[in-house]
C-alpha cells in the first residue's frame, strides 16, 4: 500500500530543523507541506493545512510544543515531539503523542519513527473493516466479509495506537477499532501483562529482559515504562 503521510515541522533551532527536512525528504512516505522556525508560522499553517503528522520541539520561544499539541489537539491527528528534553516524554505521551525523539536525531532513529508511522497509516486505511468482535480464548475479526479467528494464545503483544489497538501475532498484524485499555479488559484474566502505557505483552511469550529499559518477548524487543519495571522485575523473578 502507498503511504502519503503530510507532515509540518516546527523547531525554532535552524541546525535541527535543517537536519530533519533532510530526514524527511529521504524518505518517500512522508511529504512535507511546512517547515518552521516561528512557532506562530507554524500554528497558522496546521490550521489551514490540516496535515497528518507534526514533528514539534518542545522548549521554543513564546509557546512550547506541548502548549500547541493541546491547543490544536483536534487539528493534529499524530505528533511527533523532537526535543533535547527527556524529562517532558511522560507529558508528552499523555498527550497521546506518536513519538518522542531526543536530539541529536540520528538517522536510525528517525527511520524506526517512520517505519512505525507507515505502519499505523498503512494499517488505519483498513480499520473500518476490522472490529473485535468478541474476547474470549479467541477472537474474532471482520476484515470485510471474511471472519478471521485469531487465538489468544497466538498473540505476542498489543500496541495501543492512538485510538486503535495492535495485535501482533507471528503470522501477521490487526489493527482493531477498539482501545487499548478496553481491548485489555476483554481478554482472558492475567493472560497479558501491562509493560507500558502503549504495550502489553502476553505472560507465556516473556523470555526475559536486557536491561530495566528492555523485555524480551518471542523474538520482539519492547521498552518496559518507568512506571511498570517493578512489576516486570517480580513478574521475571517469580
Not at 82 to 89: D, L, R
Not at 178 to 205: C, E, M, W
Amino acid at each position: 500500500m502507498i503511504t502519503n503521510i503530510r507532515c509540518i515541522c516546527i523547531d525554532d533551532e535552524q541546525d535541527d530543523l535543517m537536519l530533519l527536512n533532510e530526514y524527511i525528504k529521504a524518505e518517500p512516505a512522508l511529504t512535507c507541506i511546512g517547515s518552521f522556525s516561528a512557532p506562530s508560522d507554524g500554528l497558522q499553517t496546521i490550521i489551514s493545512l490540516r496535515p497528518d503528522l507534526v514533528f514539534l520541539d518542545i522548549e521554543m520561544p513564546g509557546v512550547t510544543g506541548l502548549k500547541i499539541l493541546k491547543l490544536l489537539r483536534s487539528e493534529i491527528e499524530l505528533a511527533v515531539f523532537v526535543t533535547s528534553h527527556p524529562e517532558f516524554a511522560l507529558e508528552s505521551f499523555e498527550l497521546s503523542a506518536f513519538d518522542y525523539i531526543l536530539k541529536p536525531v540520528t538517522e536510525k532513529r528517525f527511520t524506526s519513527t517512520v517505519q512505525r508511522l507507515k505502519d499505523y497509516w498503512n494499517m488505519k486505511q483498513k480499520a473500518a473493516t476490522y472490529e473485535l468482535l468478541q474476547g474470549t480464548e479467541t477472537l474474532l475479526i471482520s476484515e470485510g466479509r471474511n471472519k478471521i479467528k485469531v487465538p489468544v494464545n497466538e498473540i505476542i503483544y498489543l500496541e495501543a495506537m492512538q485510538n486503535y489497538t495492535k495485535v501482533v501475532t507471528r503470522q501477521r498484524s490487526y489493527l482493531t477499532l477498539v482501545g487499548f485499555n478496553t481491548f485489555l479488559n476483554k481478554l482472558p484474566q492475567n493472560s497479558f501483562l501491562r509493560i507500558h502505557r502503549s504495550y502489553a505483552i502476553a505472560r507465556d511469550k516473556i523470555n526475559g529482559w536486557i536491561s530495566s529499559d528492555e523485555i524480551i518477548c518471542g523474538n520482539i524487543t519492547l521498552p518496559i515504562g518507568k512506571t511498570y519495571k517493578d512489576i516486570i522485575k517480580n513478574e521475571i523473578i517469580r
